[in-house]
């Protein structure tokens, strides 16, 4: 069974600088994707980027990139430049190629972006 | 416009009532879910149906039953609540069940029984 792991339940960053969330993952799958979602306070479920395994480039969007190791197992996330509004919890997600494939979280990591 | 809607945002009940969460979407997607969070953030799938029939169905108590009128509606019926029903109750679309598609998540209902 695929489970993911995310060993860090909280960080602070001061705003403009950098941070990074880890996320490690257990599959026996060749083929699969990876995503890291946001819940603000609102507690609206937010994509913030994603991976797919097949790919080696690392996945950019904007102030969001993340560092993918297959070998490894390890998709963690970086946050550049943070800003005020990147506070929320963050959730590490695999999910398999097939169409009755789950998308399986991670247990969230809480960051806190200070003035 | 809201792309995937939940009906209520928070409810209130006592045990042993019986309720219902209505999810819309307006996206033109083919596949819904249902997840669940729980008191400490855990993120689970329950459900899934693709062109309203179901695909997925995790070990979900059978209290719980889904039912998709059609494409863009899935709701979630709950039979006999219990105090361990109360989460956070989370319904997603996707364009299709395959991995690839990005899921759009609605607000969430907030559920909490007394």
């Known amino acids: 069974a695929q489970t993911v792991t995310q060993s860090q339940p909280e960080m602070s960053v001061q705003e403009a600088e950098t941070v990074t969330l880890s996320c490690t993952y257990d599959t026996s799958e060749s083929n699969y994707y990876l995503f890291w979602y946001k819940q603000p306070p609102s507690r609206q479920m937010i994509l913030v980027i994603r991976?797919?395994?097949?790919?080696?480039q690392n996945a950019t969007e904007n102030r969001f990139s993340v560092n993918f190791q297959k070998a490894a197992k390890s998709f963690s996330l970086k946050i550049s430049d943070s800003q005020l509004g990147d506070t929320a919890m963050y959730f590490c997600a695999f999910r398999d190629s097939s169409n009755t494939g789950k998308l399986i979280f991670g247990q969230g990591t809480t960051l806190q972006v200070k003035p | 416009d809201t792309a995937v809607s939940q009906t209520p945002k928070y409810l209130v009940t006592q045990m042993g009532n019986d309720k219902s969460i209505k999810c819309e979407q307006n996206?033109?997607?083919?596949?819904m879910y249902w997840y669940k969070q729980d008191s400490k953030k855990f993120l689970k799938i329950m459900f899934s149906y693709n062109n309203k029939e179901l695909i997925i169905n995790e070990t979900v108590p059978n209290r719980f039953s889904p039912k998709s009128p059609d494409k863009a509606h899935l709701n979630l019926h709950i039979n006999s609540l219990e105090l361990g029903d109360s989460a956070v109750y989370f319904c997603?679309?996707?364009?299709?069940?395959?991995?690839?598609?990005?899921?759009?998540f609605g607000p969430g209902t907030r559920l909490t029984v007394t």
């Open positions: 997603a679309s996707s364009q299709g069940p395959g991995g690839h598609y990005e899921q759009y």
């Open positions: 996206l033109g997607h083919d596949t």
């Open positions: 991976q797919e395994a097949y790919k080696q």
